[in-house]
């Protein structure tokens, strides 16, 4: 920990020059107590000047060893750990780890559950996009766009305490679909907040879109191409960003999204501002599903028949979702007793976090910056 | 000694040309603590309209409304713990924010808050101005070096490029206003600061229309370079906070760094100064072409008055709105007694003899103002331009456009 070059072996460092001045690399330690890493990141470069030569990510400050944590837990009992993973998103990690037990024991949750469970992680794919746009903008030096989207993204949050108690790790849904019935008022709290943000898009749109700064900060900024994005496994916005229409809930459909109708944007270059476009067409079409999702919810049980002590039979299942930043998937193995024998868990930031090299090879060490944020990285889910 | 003091009185000159040491103290002291005031005043201003753009109340816990702040903010500043870091270079880390502060108020000097009321009158004061405010760059450049750090140093080499890219464009708009004070039936233009705004006087138009719209272009690429200038929002790459987490003060805590912040914001109401005096004619009321005549007089020297009892207002509806809880007993007498100050010195202002006095100054503090609001507002508004954008934009954009202007302008003062 000492010697930061110990972590540069792929970074070339060559035999310092020493023949005109002292025109050396510089090595910078970016985080992990930085503020703009989102977390405890931390990023060494090698700059020439300003411009970046190679990165180099160290991760692991927040590991809480989460899957192993599993392998000591029964099903049920892991259910809230997944929350702390992506902890802004955290009604979609209980959403891919339910379904995938789900799958294990070969139950269905019920239809009225799997409306529930669309409208609360599509409100969720809202909040986790509004943290995102906010912290991105700040990381950019465009202050105020943070404190509009907190401040919409209370009234989501609002809906979730109301729903479950708890406004970040919510461990909304169960295995076999939903514990707590929606309260009343939902349905209209859900349609108030429909006709609320549309406008308030519109609003962080106007601060942004057609800013001649942020363009120049964002276009043609970590630029990556679609082959380098499948090779690398990017998934989500990125992904799309740069034009390969992957989007699970289409592809390989879940809960009840095959009942509902949207679209999958994308960009075409692959840098900055496309993924700020694709991600707040996101946003237009999460409202999209969770508006159908509201009118079309049907009436029944919220819980199918799951077993008081779950024992899947011996096997292993892979189920993954469309959380807000890419792939999420869940890997379980079971061994027929009450303890699952191991989880894997595929966090879409820690395999997009990393084209961060590729993205900013070449650029400056603003771009470092801008890239980061638009990766949308959460560490606690890199670290796990 | 009476004497001496009392022989500037009768004189209708500054101070400093009139030889008068005693006067020119008091001026100094003057414009030191008023500019002081006014920092303090900028900082408590910009924390509430910040907030208020962010749907944020800001300050409001220490005094009224969060009156109180920055002088909290200042106690705590002076009372912190002094860091100097063991690697960097004492001497230079001692002195460096010593330079920006001495840099930013010397250019004080200069400056004419109205036709008498300025320390002196250089007859190059533009020159001294421009070189006096780009020694900062000095100061910040020692900074970083000093820090031993890097990211300080990389803040410190992005500050010394940006300001010295900017400096051109800046003087290059400069030299189009001045290009505009020889205007007249000598044909002698003028580097003083005051003479600059008596051309406007004679020729009867702000320079900001003159030669409409050169004058206006002149105007607002100095606008620009001036943000650069003293590297605030969108320019403020040295201190980009995301990137460099504080850029070239990141080592500096306490006093030194409240050192940095007090120049900053000197030099920001200073610039301010220099755009007012080159382009929104100094300290001259609007309209004094159209609206002329005694009644239009009498109106305007009452303005100042008016203002400061619609503030004294203000602060008294504040009163009103106040929470009738015992626990806003205190902070309701502060905000009533804030608000009778501002009513008294409206009223005072309404005296014949002061009225006549302070209507310059007045006028030429409003236009700051609004300069200092909008430095504000764009702190809310851009994001950050990246540091080779912004050398394009000061090199590639600004530049040429100050130079067209500036021949645009000769060409114009010859043939008209």
Redesign the interface.
């Known amino acids: 920990m000492t010697d930061p070059t110990t972590y540069l072996s792929h970074l070339e460092l060559g035999e310092p020059d020493k023949t005109f001045l002292d025109s050396n690399e510089l090595i910078i330690n970016m985080g992990p107590q930085h503020p703009a890493t989102h977390g405890v990141l931390r990023v060494i470069l090698k700059l020439d000047g300003e411009k970046v030569l190679g990165t180099e990510c160290v991760i692991g400050y927040l590991h809480r060893g989460v899957e192993k944590i599993a392998e000591n837990r029964t099903y049920t009992m892991f259910n809230p750990y997944v929350d702390r993973m992506d902890y802004v998103a955290a009604v979609s990690n209980g959403l891919g780890y339910c379904e995938a037990v789900e799958k294990l024991l070969n139950i269905q949750a019920p239809p009225r559950a799997n409306y529930i469970r669309v409208i609360l992680t599509e409100l969720n794919r809202m909040a986790s996009h509004q943290l995102w746009l906010g912290t991105h903008a700040l990381d950019i030096g465009a202050m105020t766009p943070l404190f509009y989207t907190f401040r919409d993204r209370e009234e989501i949050l609002k809906i979730f305490e109301k729903y479950c108690g708890a406004r970040l790790t919510t461990h909304a849904f169960r295995i076999g679909g939903c514990q707590y019935e929606t309260y009343e008022g939902f349905e209209r709290d859900v349609k108030k907040f429909l006709d609320f943000v549309p406008p308030r898009i519109d609003e962080y749109e106007e601060l942004l879109t057609t800013n001649r700064i942020w363009l120049e900060r964002t276009r043609n900024v970590g630029k990556i191409s679609a082959a380098d994005c499948k090779a690398l496994g990017v998934t989500g916005p990125v992904l799309r960003a740069s034009g390969v229409k992957w989007d699970i809930r289409k592809a390989q459909p879940y809960a009840a999204y095959p009942e509902f109708q949207f679209e999958i944007p994308t960009g075409a270059n692959g840098d900055t501002y496309d993924r700020y476009m694709v991600r707040m067409q996101e946003m237009r079409q999460s409202l999209r599903i969770i508006r159908q999702a509201v009118e079309g919810i049907p009436e029944g049980p919220i819980m199918a028949k799951v077993p008081k002590v779950m024992k899947p039979p011996v096997g292993e299942v892979y189920h993954s979702i469309e959380a807000p930043k890419g792939e999420l998937g869940y890997f379980v193995v079971s061994d027929g007793s009450t303890q699952p024998y191991r989880v894997r868990v595929r966090p879409p930031s820690f395999v997009n976090l990393q084209a961060l090299d590729v993205m900013v090879r070449g650029q400056l060490v603003a771009d470092v910056i801008a890239v980061i944020g638009t990766l949308d990285i959460v560490l606690g889910e890199v670290d796990r | 000694m009476l004497e001496y003091i009392t022989s500037y009185l009768g004189m209708n000159t500054t101070p400093g040309q009139a030889g008068n040491v005693f006067w020119a103290v008091v001026y100094i002291l003057v414009v030191f603590g008023g500019v002081s005031v006014a920092v303090i005043a900028m900082n408590w201003l910009e924390r509430k309209a ?1 907030a208020h ?4 109340l800001g300050p409001m816990r220490v005094g009224p409304h969060g009156l109180l702040q920055p002088i909290a903010d200042a106690v705590k500043l002076l009372t912190k713990e002094d860091i100097i870091p063991d690697e960097a270079d004492h001497f230079v880390f001692w002195i460096a924010p010593l330079i920006i502060l001495c840099a930013s108020f010397t250019v004080y000097i200069v400056i004419p808050f109205g036709p008498t009321h300025a320390i002196t009158d250089l007859n190059i004061g533009v020159l001294f101005m421009l070189g006096v405010s780009s020694l900062s760059v000095l100061g910040v450049v020692m900074a970083g070096w000093a820090s031993n750090s ?2 300080p140093l ?1 803040g410190s080499l ?1 500050s010394s490029a940006q300001m010295i890219s900017y400096e051109i464009a800046m003087g290059m708009a400069v030299v189009s206003a001045i290009l505009m004070t020889s205007l007249n039936k000598s044909g002698t233009g003028t580097l003083s600061m005051i003479g600059i705004v008596e051309a406007q006087q004679q020729q009867q138009v702000w320079f900001l229309f003159k030669f409409f719209p050169l004058g206006f272009v002149a105007f607002a690429i100095f606008a620009i370079a001036m943000v650069a200038e003293t590297n605030r ?2 320019f ?2 040295p201190e ?6 504080a850029g070239f003060h990141t080592e500096y805590s306490g006093l030194r760094w409240s050192l940095f912040m007090l120049g900053e914001y000197t030099a920001m109401i200073a610039v301010s100064s220099i755009a007012v005096t080159l382009w929104l004619g100094g300290w001259l009321r609007p309209f004094p072409n159209t609206l002329t005549g005694p009644t239009w007089d009498l109106v305007f020297s009452l303005l100042p008055g008016f203002t400061f009892l619609a503030l004294a207002l203000i602060a008294f509806v504040g009163v009103i709105r106040m929470p009738k809880h015992p626990y806003f007993k205190i902070q309701t007498a502060g905000l009533a007694g804030f608000a009778a100050v501002l009513g008294l010195v409206g009223i005072v202002l309404f005296i014949p003899p002061v009225r006549d006095r302070i209507q310059d100054i007045f006028w030429f503090v409003a236009k700051v103002a609004v300069f200092m609001y909008l430095y504000i507002w764009y ?11 912004l050398m394009k934009v000061g090199w590639k954009v600004l530049l040429p456009i100050a130079i067209g202007v500036l021949i645009l302008t000769a060409i114009l003062g010859v043939v008209l």
């Open positions: 910040l753009f962010q749907i944020r890097h990211y990389i992005r929002a969108p403020d790459l980009a906070e995301s990137e460099l987490t702190r809310a508004t851009f994001p950050r331009y990246r540091f080779d954008q």
